[in-house]
């Protein structure tokens, strides 16, 4: 009676020990577990024992080998080769063979880079019933400059992969589309889908955020949602994420406003490398929010935006030589960051626009002659 396997290391200390002893079958079996069921690397015995059973003709061996190929983990492989095997393998297993022609030219891995050419294997094999071969050739097409995406088609290729393989990867990119194709509803079922596979993926996190942030494909915009999804991206040390939350405690959306906590989450977004913070942390300084007003610190912050060609820094520095309590009003450096503002804002940015619009009355106001 053959021993009970309690164990996977068990199991392959089994099929190990039979391919010492020259058996094949133990050799693939153990080689397979491997480089289909994990990500770690090949031992060197088993490499010995892939690169014997391919070259003897093993169809399932020299599929083994292009996956462990296209990993890109390890070794230097001769593609050539594998184009050779893969062409000799569509007589019988076209499905595979193509879908395999395809990864070798697909731009981004290692082999021939041609995406055309990779575009025609794909079909072929999608053609011959392999739905999963989707995903690679919607990843060809995204992958253009060149063209207009077919972002129709390349939804319906993944939406195919979906149904046999849903991933990650696929929902991922589907999100996306969707999002490009304007179906936000289906974009944030996608990345909730991803959210449950890949919860520590930043991004989607931030994806979703922004969707309950805006409302775009949600029943009602929530902004507590919002921020507890901006909070684990934060925590899994995006910046773009430790930047919203400080704007949630400031804003007080979503949560009640506290100038100290927003204080925090701005100079550690800035440290992260989120420039976009500047004006929001600058303007702590200048009024004292959650810190100590310190104008000169304002000032840095704001001038470092301005560097950046930031149209809210500018604006705010405007602000501040505007009214310059201690001095009085310096009309030309006015005059100078609303001009900058102006070349700098981004068209439909209202709360910037907004307060050019409010400094420059006041600015006009400050130089009409009195009636």
Not at 20 to 29: H, I, K, W
Not at 261 to 275: H, I, K, N, P, T
Request: with cysteine.
């Amino acid at each position: 009676m053959a021993k009970k396997r309690n164990t996977i290391e068990d199991y392959l200390n089994e099929l190990y020990r039979r391919g010492m002893a020259g058996d094949e079958g133990a050799q693939l079996e153990y080689i397979q577990f491997y480089v289909m069921e994990t990500d770690m690397p090949l031992p060197d015995e088993a490499k010995v024992w892939l690169v014997t059973l391919a070259e003897k003709g093993d169809a399932l061996a020299r599929r083994c080998y292009f996956a462990w190929a296209m990993s890109g983990n390890e070794g230097n492989f001769d593609w050539l080769k594998m184009e050779q095997w893969a062409l000799a393998l569509a007589d019988g297993a076209p499905r595979d063979a193509y879908c395999m022609l395809g990864m070798l030219y697909e731009p981004g891995l290692p082999g021939f880079d041609d995406d055309k050419v990779a575009e025609a294997h794909y079909r072929k094999s999608l053609e011959c019933g392999n739905e999963g071969c989707a995903f690679y050739l919607a990843r060809v097409l995204l992958g253009r400059e060149e063209d207009e995406t077919p972002y129709a088609e390349v939804r319906e290729l993944l939406e195919r992969a979906e149904r046999v393989n849903p991933s990650a990867p696929v929902y991922d990119l589907l999100g996306t589309v969707c999002q490009e194709l304007g179906d936000d509803a289906a974009a944030v079922k996608c990345f909730q889908k991803l959210h449950r596979l890949e919860p520590d993926d930043a991004e989607c996190c931030m994806e979703l955020a922004r969707h309950y942030a805006t409302g775009a494909g949600v029943s009602r915009i929530d902004h507590e949602i919002a921020l507890r999804y901006f909070q684990k991206a934060a925590n899994l040390g995006d910046a773009e994420g430790t930047f919203m939350v400080g704007l949630s405690y400031y804003d007080g959306v979503g949560t009640r406003r506290n100038y100290k906590r927003a204080v925090d989450y701005f100079q550690r977004a800035l440290e992260m490398g989120e420039m976009r913070v500047l004006p929001q942390l600058g303007s702590c300084y200048y009024y004292g929010e959650g810190v100590r007003a310190d104008l000169q610190k304002a000032e840095e912050l704001w001038q470092r935006g301005v560097e950046l060609k930031d149209a809210f820094c500018c604006a705010l520095l405007a602000v501040r030589y505007l009214e310059n309590e201690d001095k009085g009003p310096d009309v030309e450096r006015v005059k100078e960051y609303q001009r900058l503002a102006r070349e700098y804002v981004e068209e439909g940015d209202s709360h910037v626009e907004g307060c050019i619009a409010t400094t420059q009355q006041l600015l006009d106001s400050l130089l009409s002659p009195a009636e």
